[in-house]
């Protein structure tokens, strides 16, 4: 099978002022369809740079990446926003939602710019489908400053839904969220995978990588490590555990 | 992306910043008002002009005396104005010349039972109507038999008819001036203000003979003459020719300046456009630098949307918004802004405009040409001065936009 991803010897260096920050180096990396990757390592490893190459938002300096067996540096800048559109979805570490502008609306916005352009009821349904597998209905006209770090964040990833992505990219999307709220959106992410949605996701925390299926750790923009998950974490059952901890707790006090 | 889409998010855009938006609007809000405005009243201005002109007559050329020639005058015409045989030899050897009608100015009192009323009386003949293509609205125009026998008959304009007879039909009534009986002839339709804005209808018209025999004592001269010509195209030989002769019967030396003047229509019409034209150009331009300050206004707030929206911008590449899609959205709402701007301007314009017609007591008159130029005007302004902008917004890196504090 053909890998979804494929980095050969990716290189990017930023150049600021006096001296190059390599933040990623040397990195070759390849990603099947079907896949679920977790991307750990320290504060400043690269992570979020690679993930923004993989999400065809920056360029390597050097080395090449095929996406679906296409040459990315090869596309024009049209050409990549079109990808960004139709195969992937991102959810920003920052959210990155428009302020001022609700849920919905923020969900929407990827069918905008869909090329050819969605019918308005495919474009409705859409929505309503991604706010229900988010749990987020009741919040769909709720502006990003009325709703919860957690509400948001579940708002970015279904404006990363929308538009049906083959490939999800999340960096850090359980980060600042409690341990319940994570279950849940980790099960949103296992349902997916399980539907044949490409996941590639940055996190801090080794129990939430225990729920992907493969685990990548960088270390000063290499990887040292890439290995497969073993006893893998299910939302389901962790979900459980939790409430009868919880319950246990509750009786204590 | 789809129009109504483009739309929708410029006007949250702007609905976000109100006050901003007004305020930079209003640059093109002045603008387009002040063309607006002084369309309307020039064109008002310029129709009133062309009934004015018409007023006038057709293919007129006139005959003054020169007022400003110095020196002593020579013969007994000079200066003084024009004889019975100037104006005679004139229709008799003058080519081209239709009707010729000699103008004798009288003042005085007319009284008509207990009101009185101070008009200006001319003294014509019977074709000074014709030339002026003054029409009578009751009763008649004297003939040539009674200019002959300068007969004590008069024809009243419509502001003498209103002040002596309070607009009853005065025909066949007798009104005295400087104590001579006059019979009322007819009356005649209203003209309106002359180019100078005096009231043509304050005019009591009888025979040239009468006002010279019955009012001046037999020593009033012609002060003027007025001549119809054949066609336009003959105007400037009538005038080339009514000068040679009257040169001669003035007995007028080679090099000695004219004692007369003759001013044909073409003249006078040029005269009267030509500072409205002045006028227009010199409005055009103020309102031409005000709509160019307004763009840049645009322009400048433009920038500083995009600044501001960096972030926003980077969030709409990362989902798919290609550099066009950031170009359209900013362009259009720049035009939302300057057609906004331009359509408050034209209500504004043509409420300014009523106004101060209302005031002067003019026709106003928007064509519609002028609003649908305004239109596109602000719409031209508002792509041109968004442009840049917009293509420094298309412009953006994605990522570099996202990073954007
Ligand atoms: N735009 C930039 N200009 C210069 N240096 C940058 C830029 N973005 C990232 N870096 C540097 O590149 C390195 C990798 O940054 P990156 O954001 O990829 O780290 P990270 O692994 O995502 O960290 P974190 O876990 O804190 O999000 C860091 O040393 C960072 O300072
Ligand atoms: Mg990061």
Redesign the pocket.
């Known amino acids: 099978m053909r890998p979804i991803i494929d980095l050969q010897s990716i290189n ?1 260096v ?3 002022g006096a001296v190059d ?4 180096r040397d990195v070759s990396l390849t990603i099947h369809p079907g896949e679920f990757v977790a991307v750990m ?12 190459t993989l999400g065809c938002l920056d360029q390597p300096t050097s080395g090449l990446f095929l996406l679906d067996g296409i040459d990315v540096s090869k596309l024009s800048p049209e050409q990549r926003a079109e990808i960004r559109n139709q195969k992937i979805g991102f959810v920003f ?1 920052g959210f990155n939602l428009l302020a001022r502008t609700t849920a919905r609306e923020n969900i929407e916005l990827p069918m905008l710019y869909a090329h050819p352009p969605l019918s308005r009821r495919e474009q409705e349904e859409r929505v309503q489908h991604v706010l229900e597998l988010t749990g987020l209905t009741q919040r769909a006209d709720h502006v990003p400053s009325q709703l919860s770090g957690g509400q948001q964040q579940r708002v970015a990833i279904a404006r990363a839904l929308v538009m049906k992505p083959a490939l999800l990219l999340a ?2 999307p359980t980060g600042n969220l409690d341990t319940r709220t994570s279950i849940e959106i980790m099960g949103a992410f296992q349902d997916l995978n399980e539907k044949g949605i490409t996941i590639a996701m ?1 996190t ?1 925390e080794l129990d939430i990588a225990q729920y992907c299926k493969r685990n990548i750790i ?1 270390r000063d ?1 290499r990887i040292i490590s890439d290995r497969p998950v073993e006893n893998r974490s299910w939302a389901a059952t962790e979900m459980k555990k939790l409430e009868s901890e919880q319950l246990a707790a509750d009786l204590a006090s | 992306m789809r129009f109504f889409a483009i739309l929708r998010i410029a006007l949250n855009a702007l609905r976000r910043n109100k006050m901003r938006t007004v305020l930079t609007m209003l640059g093109i809000i002045i603008g387009v008002s002040a063309v607006i405005a002084m369309v309307s009243i020039g064109t008002g201005a310029r129709a009133q002009l062309e009934a004015q002109i018409e007023s006038m007559g057709q293919n007129i050329v006139s005959v003054f005396p020169n007022f400003r020639r110095g020196g002593v005058s020579s013969g007994a015409s000079g200066g003084e104005g024009f004889t019975v045989g100037d104006c005679d030899a004139i229709a008799s050897e003058v080519p081209g010349v239709v009707a010729i009608s000699p103008e004798v100015r009288a003042g005085g009192q007319a009284i008509y039972g207990n009101k009185n009323w101070s008009a200006s009386v001319y003294g014509v003949n019977s074709d000074y109507l014709q030339i002026k293509s003054w029409n009578v609205v009751s009763g008649s125009n004297f003939s040539e038999q009674e200019v002959r026998t300068a007969a004590k008959v008069v024809l009243l304009g419509k502001t003498v008819v209103t002040e002596l007879f309070d607009g009853n039909d005065p025909v066949g009534e007798i009104i005295r001036i400087r104590n001579v009986p006059f019979v009322v002839m007819g009356t005649l339709e209203p003209k309106g203000a002359s180019l100078m804005g005096s009231d043509q209808d304050d005019a009591i018209i009888m025979p040239y003979t009468s006002a010279m025999k019955r009012l001046a004592g037999n020593r009033a001269a012609i002060r003027s003459m007025i001549i119809q010509s054949e066609s336009p195209a003959v105007m400037s030989l009538v005038e080339q020719e009514v000068t040679t002769l009257l040169r001669q019967r003035h007995k007028i030396q080679d090099g000695a300046d004219d004692d007369f003047m003759v001013r044909t229509q073409d003249q006078i019409n040029e005269f009267a456009t030509g500072t409205s034209k002045t006028m227009t150009a010199l409005l055009g331009a103020v309102a031409g630098v005000s709509l160019v300050v307004g763009g840049i206004g645009i322009m400048n707030i433009m920038l500083v949307s995009v600044t501001e929206r960096t972030r926003e911008i980077g969030i709409r590449m990362a989902v798919g918004a290609k550099a066009r899609d950031v170009l359209v959205q900013f362009l259009t709402e720049a035009v939302v802004l300057s057609l906004l701007g331009g359509g408050l301007g034209i209500a504004l314009g043509m409420g300014t405009s009523a106004i101060i017609a209302s005031q002067m007591n003019w026709p106003t008159l928007t064509p519609g040409n002028a609003i649908a130029g305004a239109f596109a005007f602000s719409a031209a302004i508002g792509i041109f001065f968004g442009f840049y902008p917009a293509r420094k917004a298309a412009q953006l890196d994605p ?2 936009a996202l ?1 954007y504090e």
Do not use: L
Not at chain 1, 21 to 24: D, W
Not at chain 1, 41 to 52: C, D, R, V, Y
């Open positions: 990017r930023y150049r600021t920050i390599h933040a990623v390592g320290a504060s400043g490893s690269g992570k979020s740079t690679m993930m923004n570490q960096d850090e940055v801090h960088m923009g | 990522i570099e990073r």
